[in-house]
C-alpha cells in the first residue's frame, strides 16, 4: 500500500483475515472525507436521524481541517481494499478538570466491512490520541436508531451516560 511522504506513520492492526492501517487524514484526503461524510449522511437518513442538507465541500474540509487554526481531526482506516472508513474528532476543554477530553463526532465504517474490526481499529486510535494528550475520557453520541452501533459501543468499553428518545450519549473513560 503506498504511503504519502506528510503522512504519519501508519498503525497496523490484524483482525482474522484482514490488515487495517489507522492513519492521520491529509490534506490529500479532502475529497475521500467529503465522501465519507456523504455516505454517513446517507446512513443517517436511512435510520430517521439527519434530514438536512450536507453543506460542506472539499474547500471547507481544507480549510478546517488541515489549516491553522484546525478545528478537527481525521482519521483513516485502510486495508488491502483500499479505504474502509473514517472518524472526524475534535478536542474539548474542561475549566474544572483543567485537561481536554476527545469528542467523537462521526464514526463510519463502510458496510461490507462492519463487523471486521475497523470501527474496533479507529476506536482504539482515538483512545491513543486521547491519552496522548492527556484527555479525561471520549465522548458521542449514537442515533436509537442504529442499534447495531450501540451495541458496537457497549462491547468496547463505553458507557452510556444519557439517553432520550434520539439519541445516546456514551462515554469511555481513560
Not at 482474522?16 to 479532502?30: E, L, Q
Not at 482519521?75 to 476527545?102: I, K, N
Amino acid at each position: 500500500m503506498a504511503r504519502s511522504t506528510d503522512a504519519p506513520a501508519l498503525r497496523w492492526l490484524v483482525y482474522p483475515a484482514r490488515v487495517i492501517a489507522i492513519r492521520a487524514a491529509v490534506r490529500t484526503d479532502a475529497s475521500l472525507l467529503l465522501a465519507y461524510v456523504g455516505k454517513k449522511s446517507e446512513f443517517d437518513r436511512a435510520t430517521g436521524v439527519f434530514t438536512g442538507v450536507v453543506g460542506t465541500t472539499c474547500e471547507k474540509i481544507e480549510a478546517t481541517l488541515f489549516d491553522e487554526p484546525r478545528f478537527a481531526h481525521a482519521l483513516v482506516a485502510e486495508d488491502a481494499a483500499g479505504p474502509r472508513g473514517f472518524a472526524l474528532y475534535y478536542f474539548r476543554y474542561s475549566s474544572f478538570a483543567g485537561q481536554p477530553s476527545l469528542w467523537l463526532d462521526d464514526l463510519y465504517v463502510d458496510a461490507d466491512a462492519r463487523g471486521s474490526g475497523v470501527g474496533a481499529a479507529l476506536l482504539a486510535r482515538l483512545v491513543e490520541r486521547a491519552h496522548g494528550h492527556g484527555c479525561t475520557h471520549l465522548a458521542w453520541t449514537a442515533a436509537v436508531a442504529n442499534p447495531r452501533g450501540i451495541a458496537f459501543y457497549e462491547r468496547e468499553g463505553a458507557v452510556i451516560v444519557s439517553r432520550d428518545d434520539k439519541q445516546v450519549t456514551f462515554r469511555l473513560p481513560l
